[in-house]
T-cell receptor, first 116, second 112 residues
Framework: GAVVSQHPSWVICKSGTSVKIECRSLDFQATTMFWYRQFPKQSLMLMATSNEGSKATYEQGVEKDKFLINHASLTLSTLTVTSAHPEDSSFYIC????????????FGPGTRLTVT | QQQVKQSPQSLIVQKGGIPIINCAYENTAFDYFPWYQQFPGKGPALLIAIRPDVSEKKEGRFTISFNKSAKQFSLHIMDSQPGDSATYFCAASPDNTDKLIFGTGTRLQVFP
């Protein structure tokens, strides 16, 4: 199956700093990628849709100035958490659909962010 | 508001049992219903998916049953094994989008 990677797998940062998380589709191109947030023992909440060559689309309630998304190429999307605070600590997961639709949407392994 | 309700929250079965996880939705504009399996600290992995024009789909030990009129769908795991212990999420995709709306998850434990 298709592979989606994320880097880093875990990161610890101090409050007020910014953190960048990368999501790569390794063996297929993805014009669209998705970013999710998952708190412990909870479901995945869609944060935003990353669109190659255009602005990301954010879900209601997600601060676009805090969670900056850049889809730099057909295989790379980045999520930058700006001025991170402890409440931003979470598991961030990206996904990419294979074949241009939602069919066979592949998820990355996730990035654990801890803000101290 | 688009929602997918999932139950039960947790499930414990013995090896060989058939755990059943149920999901229900309200929005009729969903056209794709996948199930994902997630192990701790990992991203979700696609298990099986169904479209609303099909009432049942089976892949290996996993079966989806879909009831369009009731707006419900369920996952059955045949001959469950301890290695199936994980959290299972149902999801639904609105028409003409690639988005996925996830259910709340079911933590399954299969004891030997």
């Amino acid at each position: 199956g298709a592979v989606v990677s994320q880097h880093p797998s875990w990161v610890i940062c101090k409050s007020g700093t910014s953190v960048k998380i990368e999501c790569r589709s390794l063996d297929f191109q993805a014009t669209t990628m998705f970013w999710y947030r998952q708190f412990p023992k909870q479901s995945l909440m869609l944060m935003a849709t990353s669109n190659e060559g255009s602005k990301a689309t954010y879900e209601q309630g997600v601060e676009k100035d805090k969670f900056l998304i850049n889809h730099a190429s057909l295989t790379l999307s980045t999520l930058t958490v700006t001025s991170a605070h402890p409440e931003d600590s979470s598991f961030y997961i990206c996904s990419a659909p294979l074949g241009g639709r939602v069919y066979e949407q592949y998820f990355g392994p996730g990035t654990r962010l801890t803000v101290t | 508001q688009q929602q997918v309700k999932q139950s039960p929250q947790s499930l414990i079965v013995q090896k060989g049992g058939i755990p059943i996880i149920n999901c229900a939705y309200e929005n009729t504009a969903f056209d794709y219903f996948p199930w994902y399996q997630q192990f701790p600290g990992k991203g979700p992995a696609l298990l099986i998916a169904i479209r609303p024009d099909v009432s049942e789909k089976k892949e290996g030990r996993f079966t989806i049953s879909f009831n369009k009129s009731a707006k419900q769908f369920s996952l059955h795991i045949m001959d469950s094994q301890p290695g199936d212990s994980a959290t299972y999420f149902c999801a639904a995709s609105p028409d003409n989008t690639d988005k996925l709306i996830f259910g709340t998850g079911t933590r399954l434990q299969v004891f030997p």
